[in-house]
Every structure is written in structure tokens, then in C-alpha cells.
């Protein structure tokens, strides 16, 4: 479809929210490598284990592992040496679990894991993030937490695209702004209340884009990436 290497080829992250290795092994299959990320969450993550990253790997694809690590500075660096073993492109942390956490966590993986912070949880609203205890408003708090992030020596942090421009006005060029709740013009919100086009984020300041259902759940997985990519391209 395209002659020429793009800009934006590897842009996209796709969720690969399956429950076992089967569907997200077979899932990977319909994409390719040189074209995408893969992340790996929580589910599938506890359901197979560092075989499914391996296998991934195998196939040539770079691995977002998004396992949002918040415990003790100790139990968090130890987590994070074996993450540095497996050899995953990116890997989350909580903002909220401290600077000492966090510090510990970048000394772990060392240079090579894009090491991103997640500030305010999109669940929460005012009200919920109020109930945590936390008295300023919720976006001072998700402003807070990614400064600390990358005072913390964080590469950046995860935020909605609807945070992207502040954020980036705030943090400056460097950090990576990495945004769930992307859906592609015409295609359905599902349960993200807030949710904005693939070209419209990057123009926010996104660095990456992680993208789950728009692609995994089309009839054609490759093709909907293509169209995603093809967006950014144009604008
Ligand atoms: O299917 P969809 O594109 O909504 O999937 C987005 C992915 O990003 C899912 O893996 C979801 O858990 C994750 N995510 C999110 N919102 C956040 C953080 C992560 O949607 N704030």
C-alpha cells in the first residue's frame, strides 16, 4: 500500500487485550511488527506469564508491558531487573507510588525500557480522586504527578489525549505523552467516555497512540491499522 518508509509507521500500540496466549498470539499474527507496537496488560499478562512476551518477541514485535508497578521502592526495582530480562520496549509504573519508587524503578531497567509514568487513573473522577484523599483538583494532580515523573527521571507518562496539550505545554518536547482512548473517526467510543481521533492526539502532542477494540475487534486488524496510520500521514 505504501512505497516509502512513514513517519508515523510505528506510532500505534496495539492493546492486545486477550485472556490467554492463543487469541493473543493468533491476534498478532493478522499485524505486522515493522508496522506497530504491542502492549500486554494486566489479564494477559497474569493469565500467560513472560512466555507470551517471548513469543511476541519471536515474531519480531516490541512489547509495552503495562503492568502499572506501585509497592515499595525494593519490591519495585526488583520487579523491574526482570523486566530489564525480558527485554520489553516500555513498561509502566504509578506516578502516585512516590519519587523514591520511581527513581528505583528507572535505575532497575536501565536505558533501554522506555520507562512511562501513570499519573491520575481515567476511572477516577473529581469526586473519586477526592475520596483518596487527595484535596487539589484533578488536574493539578495529574500536572503534579507528571512533573514528578520526570523529575524522577521517568521518559514520560500515560495520559488521555485530552491531557496531551497541556501536558506538552507544561513538560516541554522531551517526555513521551502516551494516550489510550483513541477511536478513529466513525468508529464506536465503547466504554472510553472520552475519546478522540488518532490525528487529533498527535496534533495534542501525543507520542504514541495505544489503540485496543478500533483495531482488534475490526474484520480486518491490519487494515484498520493501516487506515490509523494512513491518518496521521495526511494531516
Ligand atoms: O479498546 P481501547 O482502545 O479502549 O483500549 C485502550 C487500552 O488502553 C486498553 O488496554 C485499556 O486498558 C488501556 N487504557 C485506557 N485508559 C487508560 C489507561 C489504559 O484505556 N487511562
Not at 500486554?40 to 497474569?46: A, I, M, P, Q, S
Not at 488521555?160 to 464506536?188: C, F, K, N
Request: glycine content about 8%; some cysteine; proline content about 4%.
Amino acid at each position: 500500500m505504501k512505497e516509502s518508509k512513514s513517519l508515523h509507521e510505528k506510532t500505534v500500540i496495539v492493546a492486545l487485550d486477550a485472556a490467554d496466549q492463543r487469541q493473543a498470539l493468533a491476534l498478532a499474527d493478522t499485524l505486522d511488527p515493522s508496522r506497530c507496537r504491542l502492549k500486554v496488560g494486566k489479564e494477559l499478562f497474569t493469565a500467560a506469564g513472560p512466555a507470551v512476551v517471548e513469543a511476541l518477541q519471536a515474531k519480531q514485535f516490541e512489547v509495552f508491558l503495562d503492568l502499572k508497578f506501585h509497592d515499595i521502592p525494593n519490591t519495585v526495582a526488583g520487579a523491574c531487573r526482570v523486566v530489564r530480562a525480558l527485554g520489553v520496549w516500555m513498561l509502566t509504573v504509578h506516578a502516585s507510588g512516590g519519587r523514591a519508587m520511581m527513581q528505583a524503578a528507572r535505575e532497575a531497567v536501565g536505558e533501554d525500557v522506555n520507562l512511562v509514568g501513570v499519573t491520575v487513573l481515567t476511572s477516577l473522577d473529581a469526586e473519586a480522586l477526592r475520596a483518596t484523599g487527595v484535596e487539589r483538583p484533578l488536574e493539578a494532580q495529574v500536572s503534579a504527578l507528571a512533573a514528578d515523573a520526570c523529575h524522577a527521571g521517568l521518559d514520560g507518562v500515560v495520559c488521555s489525549a485530552h491531557e496531551a496539550e497541556r501536558l506538552r505545554a507544561a513538560l516541554g518536547p522531551a517526555p513521551l505523552l502516551v494516550t489510550p482512548g483513541i477511536r478513529p473517526a466513525g468508529v464506536d467510543a465503547g466504554d472510553q467516555a472520552r475519546v478522540m481521533t488518532p490525528a487529533r492526539a498527535v496534533a495534542a502532542g501525543a507520542s504514541y497512540l495505544v489503540v485496543g477494540r478500533a483495531i482488534t475487534q475490526a474484520s480486518d486488524p491490519a487494515r484498520a491499522l493501516d487506515d490509523i496510520i494512513q491518518s496521521l500521514e495526511v494531516s
